[in-house]
């Protein structure tokens, strides 16, 4: 079954600890992307990575990190340095400045 | 600061008439002009692009471009009640490789 897999679907986090969401894709894309998305606002850009082993930043990284080991793979960390982690995540694959995306991943802090 | 506006809304329209969700946006180097549909807790869908001044027809949908007015909007005739969803307008930058993405107009139709 081809596609963007994101897990898990809810995510609860407590205080201080360091969540990580995981984003997986077979659709063979080199470019993936991390959004965040709060009620009422946009998508704005977390992270992205264009190639396997190597990452930049988008508008609002500061309390997020990530990894790209695998082209496959685009996990993203949320840590404790990010004061308002509450917000629906979406990982995504661009073509042709196309955006197709997982289901999504809700994060609430608890 | 690249820029996409949307009136969050919500906008109501009875069944059948035409819903008509309008985007604005500030960079003049966009290229790339599309409109996303969301169901509420799910994720975005795409549902039209459009490169090119004028309308580009799909179906029940009609995607419109001014460049000199910096302006897109999208109609959708015929509305019914599985329309209800927010309508997210989002504007490529080849040369970024980057999308950004407006904050969505809710659109409610009325049986």
């Known amino acids: 079954d081809g596609g963007i897999t994101q897990s898990p679907k809810y995510l609860f986090r407590k205080e201080g600890q360091n969540v990580t969401l995981s984003c997986e894709q077979n659709?063979?894309?080199?470019?993936m992307y991390w959004y965040r998305q709060d009620p009422g606002q946009g998508l704005r850009l977390i992270y992205y990575s264009q190639i396997v082993n190597d990452f930049q930043k988008g508008d609002i990284a500061e309390g997020y990190s990530v990894s790209r080991e695998k082209k496959e793979s685009f996990p993203l960390t949320v840590t404790s340095a990010q004061k308002n982690p509450t917000a629906f995540y979406l990982c995504?694959?661009?073509?042709?400045?196309?955006?197709?995306f997982g289901q999504g991943t809700r994060l609430t802090v608890v | 600061q690249k820029e996409v506006e949307q009136n969050s809304g919500p906008l109501s329209v009875p069944e059948g008439a035409i819903a008509s969700l309008n985007c604005t946006y500030s960079?003049?180097?966009?290229?790339?002009f599309f409109w996303y549909r969301q169901y509420s807790g799910k994720s975005p869908e795409l549902i039209m692009f459009i490169y090119s001044n004028g309308d580009k027809e799909d179906g029940r949908f009609t995607a419109q471009l001014n460049k000199a007015s910096q302006y897109v909007s999208l109609l959708i005739r015929d509305s019914q009640p599985s329309d209800s969803a927010t309508y997210l307008c989002a504007v490529g930058y080849s040369s970024a490789s980057k999308i950004i993405f407006g904050s969505g107009t809710r659109l409610s139709i009325r049986p």
């Open positions: 960079d003049r180097g966009s290229q790339s």
């Open positions: 659709l063979n894309h080199d470019a």
């Open positions: 995504a694959i661009q073509d042709n400045l196309i955006a197709f």
